[in-house]
Each structure stands twice: as C-alpha cells, then as structure tokens.
C-alpha cells in the first residue's frame, strides 16, 4: 500500500522559507503524479504545486515564484521548497500522490499525506 508521510513544518517568520519533505513508500513500479495541498484555517483544501509524471510543474497563483516543487529519489521524495512565506500562508500541508493527473488535481481517490504544519508569523 502506498503510504505518504510529510515532514519540515514549523513556525517562521514572514519573509522566510521551509522546504517540506514527502517520503512515498510501498510504490513499488508504480508512475505517480505528485503535488501539494494545504488547508488554511477555516479555509477548505486548495492545490499548491504539483509535478507530473512528464516532469511538467504547476503551481497555484498564490505559489507561483516563490514555491517550487520536485521530486527526488527516482519519485520516492517530493520536496516542496516555499521562499518568501506570507502569514497567509500558514496552513496544514498534504502530500499527494496520484495515478492520474485528474485524480491528483481534483483531489479525488488515491493517496494523501496526514499533514504537515506550517505555520508563518509577522
């Protein structure tokens, strides 16, 4: 069974940056599409970055320029590195992981991450 586990969140100051990590394990010879959610507070889950099985990027207007996501370890880790934090970006951050790339962006099925606190302060 595919399993995601995040790691990297934290509490810094506006202006800084974090670089997350997600660790996919059980994939075996499986090809995933890999990206970023978050939840903000009292916010429901929107789409951060994502990078596909082609290598393409995509990103969120709110990430564009200063996140950038990759994947390392023949896909088995994903790093999302965020610059220039903005206290709007305080949330919960979900690794995801999906066969399709319809799965992946409309966030049905497949695999998630339990989270990663990130948390940006003035």
């Known amino acids: 069974q595919v399993r995601l586990i995040e790691s990297g969140g934290g509490s810094v100051q506006a202006g800084g940056a974090l670089r997350l990590s997600c660790v996919i394990s059980?994939?075996?010879?499986?090809?995933?599409?890999v990206g970023w959610f978050r939840q903000r507070p009292s916010k429901e889950r929107e789409f951060v970055a994502a990078?596909?099985?082609?290598?393409?990027?995509f990103y969120a207007d709110s990430a564009e320029g200063r996140f950038a996501v990759s994947k390392r370890s023949a896909g088995d880790l994903v790093i999302l590195q965020m610059n220039d934090l903005k206290p709007e970006d305080t949330a919960s951050y979900f690794c995801?992981?999906?066969?399709?790339?319809?799965?992946?962006?409309?966030?049905?099925?497949?695999?998630w991450g339990q989270g990663t606190q990130v948390t940006v302060f003035s």
């Open positions: 990078e596909f099985i082609n290598g393409n990027t």
């Open positions: 059980g994939r075996g010879d499986m090809k995933l599409h």
């Open positions: 995801r992981a999906a066969r399709s790339s319809q799965a992946l962006m409309s966030q049905q099925g497949d695999y």
